[in-house]
């Protein structure tokens, strides 16, 4: 039905369908999605970073009540000051147990490095991939043993480099001896196609699956990403600390002209000091209730490319009918 060309490597790596993976994102990706992609035929991917472990654990529970096809959880590798060495937060060390105890059969981490714990995922029968967005990062995590690394562009939302997909994705195949995996500024079948022809073996995708109908999130947040153009969001550190692709709103502007500025703190403390300036949790505010003039609202500069919410099989066949169709054209 599909191009052959879109039956690739990563396919055959992870028990998928199709060469596409939801990306892990905060607060909106929970067990409905996740289950909702992989039952389509891709690989569904829970945001652990905002969960506690029993919370992380319930949501792969509900993808197992969707699907028994395979899917991923995204973990935050933040670390801690210890004695000698860095340590993984406790946060971490709960959602790096739960996901052994329930045997995901896919790891990924959106931050930091999960080197500490691949050879016993790779013992338990994992696949571990890991998100970078430089090439510098990219071979410190091919050395650390991931079976893949996904290489996110300047346009990717959430937590995002400086460099271009571009430029990432071509100069990190170059880099390291392992799959890469593309991201950042794709959201339909030509950008998967593009991706393909420069030699990633598929292509995370978050923006696109946030306007999708089991993404958790109000209808406001889905709702503005189809409305805004390429220049709709902004990369800002007032929300996390960490550099992160935003919707532009009243929020991402005061920050600009605030002292607090001056005052950043780490991730992921920059989440406390900011909700005490609005007065509320920003994640909540714009995710949960749909105040999207000042609330924190992570995506890529691929909203110019949505201009629909649909669920997700929907989503995944158009990408592959896009993909087939931009292949085609090539001979």
């Not at 880099?175 to 998967?192: M, T, Y």
């Not at 920050?255 to 909540?284: C, I, N």
Request: proline share 4%.
């Amino acid at each position: 039905m599909y191009h052959s060309a879109l039956k690739t490597s990563l396919c055959g790596m992870l028990g998928i369908e199709y060469p596409i993976i939801q990306a892990g994102m905060g607060f909106v990706a929970r067990g409905e999605l996740a289950g909702a992609v992989s039952a389509a035929g891709g690989l569904g991917t829970i945001g652990a970073g905002t969960m506690t472990g029993e919370e992380l654990r319930q949501e792969i529970r509900t993808v197992r009540t969707i699907t028994d096809k395979p899917f991923a959880v995204d973990i935050l590798f933040s670390t801690v000051a210890g004695r000698n060495v860095a340590m993984f937060s406790k946060d971490v060390e709960d959602h790096i147990e739960v996901v052994f105890e329930e045997k995901v059969p896919v790891i990924a981490s959106g931050l930091g490095n999960p080197g500490p714990i691949v050879e016993r995922c790779h013992q338990a029968g994992m696949k571990v991939l890991s998100l970078t967005g430089n090439t510098k990062n990219a071979v410190r995590l091919a050395n650390s043993g991931v079976d893949a690394i996904i290489a996110q562009g300047y346009d990717g939302g959430g937590h995002t480099g400086r460099v271009g997909s571009m430029t990432l994705l071509p100069a990190t195949i170059d880099a390291v001896d392992i799959p890469v995996i593309a991201a950042g500024g794709i959201a339909d079948g030509r950008g998967l196609a593009a991706a393909l022809v420069m030699g990633a073996i598929g292509v995370w995708l978050g923006t696109r699956f946030i306007a999708c109908s089991e993404a958790w999130g109000h209808d406001n947040y889905k709702r503005r990403i189809v409305e805004i153009d390429d220049e709709g969001t902004t990369r800002t550190r007032c929300f996390s600390g960490k550099p992160c692709r935003m919707i532009r709103n009243q929020t991402t502007a005061a920050w600009e002209e605030s002292t607090l500025r001056d005052q950043l703190k780490p991730f992921p403390h920059q989440m406390a000091q900011v909700t005490e300036w609005l007065g509320e949790d920003p994640y909540m505010a714009g995710r949960r209730d749909g105040k999207t003039d000042i609330g924190a609202l992570a995506a890529g500069q691929s909203s110019a490319l949505i201009h629909d919410i649909k669920p997700a099989a929907d989503i995944i066949a158009e990408l592959m009918t896009q993909a087939s169709t931009a292949l085609s054209r090539l001979g």
